[in-house]
């Protein structure tokens, strides 16, 4: 279950609640009876293993240079190569 942060907006009291995700927010502070605000802050996530990084998910045999290089001349050409039609067999 997770763990809330929240602050009392009128006398500052700051604590934390676990709750489910079933459960309605708190909205009274147990200190003074004033209005409850939740806390948000930042988590702490990290990624480990392969797929995570922007080299991970290129190919080996392309490099970015060729890459860019390609989409620039189909860029100033303003045209791009139509594909070669197939006679209809009968």
């Known amino acids: ?7 009392c907006t009128s006398c ?3 604590f934390d609640a676990v709750q489910s995700f079933a459960e309605d927010a708190l909205t ?3 200190e003074c ?3 409850l605000r939740k806390q948000y802050g930042s988590i702490g996530v990290t990624f480990n293993g392969s797929g995570f990084y ?20 189909e860029s100033s050409t303003g045209a791009k190569k139509a594909p070669a ?6």
Request: aromatic share 4%; hydrophobic share 20%; glycine share 10%.
């Open 12 to 14: 500052g009291h700051r």
């Open 54 to 73: 922007r080299t991970d998910s290129r190919s080996k045999s392309v490099s970015s240079g060729d890459a860019s290089a390609s989409s620039k001349t």
């Open 28 to 30: 009274i502070c147990p």
């Open 33 to 35: 009876g004033g209005a």
């Open 1 to 7: 279950m997770p763990t809330y942060a929240y602050a």
């Open 85 to 90: 039609s197939t006679p209809a067999s009968s």
